[in-house]
């Protein structure tokens, strides 16, 4: 895979260093990490349709709640995710990290819960990362 420059955007700094480096920026933790937390935030935003609400407002509350405390995990996971791996240095927890992200895209969630077309949802990335060790 060859990164196109015309059809990203990376800084060229990024793209004057030796090899591996650019090459490696194919590799997405970050953006991963942000798309799970984005994935687990709309299903439990889709979980308050199923829910009664005394008012309108009460619904506006509960969303808003759940922006604020995905807001929370997507500021707080970068911060271990690159110490712990020195940005991608330090290869074995990278290879930990890949196989967090990789657990939350394919592991089914315990119970077992789907979305309204029968799809199984996947476990949720706070899970597994807290039963990797990690807490946010």
Not at 61 to 83: C, E, K, L, M, S
Request: charged content about 15%; proline content about 8%; aromatic content about 10%.
């Amino acid at each position: 895979m060859e990164l196109n420059p015309g059809q990203t955007f990376v800084n060229q700094w990024a793209l004057n260093l030796p090899a591996p480096f650019p090459t490696d920026l194919l590799h997405q933790g970050h953006y991963d990490l942000v798309a799970l937390f984005c994935r687990d935030m709309f299903i439990e935003l889709m979980t308050l349709k199923q829910q009664s609400s005394s008012t309108p407002q009460a619904v506006v509350t509960a969303a808003q709640a759940i922006f604020q405390r995905f807001d929370g995990f997507i500021a707080a996971v970068h911060a271990p995710y690159d110490n712990q791996t020195d940005h991608g240095n330090i290869a074995q927890q990278q290879q930990r990290w890949d196989g967090f992200i990789r657990s939350a895209f394919t592991s089914p969630r315990t119970p077992a819960m789907n979305a309204p077309d029968g799809t199984p949802y996947k476990m949720p990335l706070l899970d597994v990362l807290s039963q990797g060790g990690v807490v946010l």
